[in-house]
């Protein structure tokens, strides 16, 4: 048996999981849980019921966060930016990082990078003590 498999249910193709809802309620059902993945963490839908590549796209949400006006957790849109923006200058050969005929200083390029990089490390690590803890 793998290990994997013990814990994802894989839903099947002859069970929709908005089966019950109008299309207008699917519809607000799926914005309403892709919203409140970066930010709230309130579902309206059994979580088990998504595959396995919905619900790693919502953690990938989850890890990005909210805008920083909000009290979500997470990276924040505006770091995932930063770094996204820093990768494509860098891709172009620039130095420096410009976004709306602005320079991003410095400090809060490494800050970014920083915030990510401890991020997805802590993540990582959550993941790997989560996985041990149900093998054994």
């Known amino acids: ?71 979500a957790g997470g990276i924040r849109t505006t770091t995932l930016a930063i770094i996204l923006l820093t990768i494509f200058n860098i891709a172009r050969g620039r130095n420096d990082v410009f976004v709306f005929k602005r320079k991003i200083p410095n400090q809060t390029v490494r800050m970014s990078f920083i915030v990510g990089t401890l991020g997805f490390i802590l993540v990582f690590v959550s993941v790997m003590i989560i996985t041990i803890e149900n093998v054994f």
């Open 1 to 71: 048996m793998n290990i994997f498999s013990r814990n994802v249910i894989t839903p099947s193709r002859q069970e929709p999981i908005f089966k019950n809802l109008s299309t207008s309620d699917a519809i607000m059902a799926v914005f309403f849980n892709t919203m409140s993945t970066r930010n709230a963490g309130y579902y309206t839908v059994d979580l088990n019921k998504f595959h396995l590549a919905s619900q790693m796209i919502q953690s990938l949400m989850m890890w990005i966060g909210s805008s920083p006006a909000s009290t």
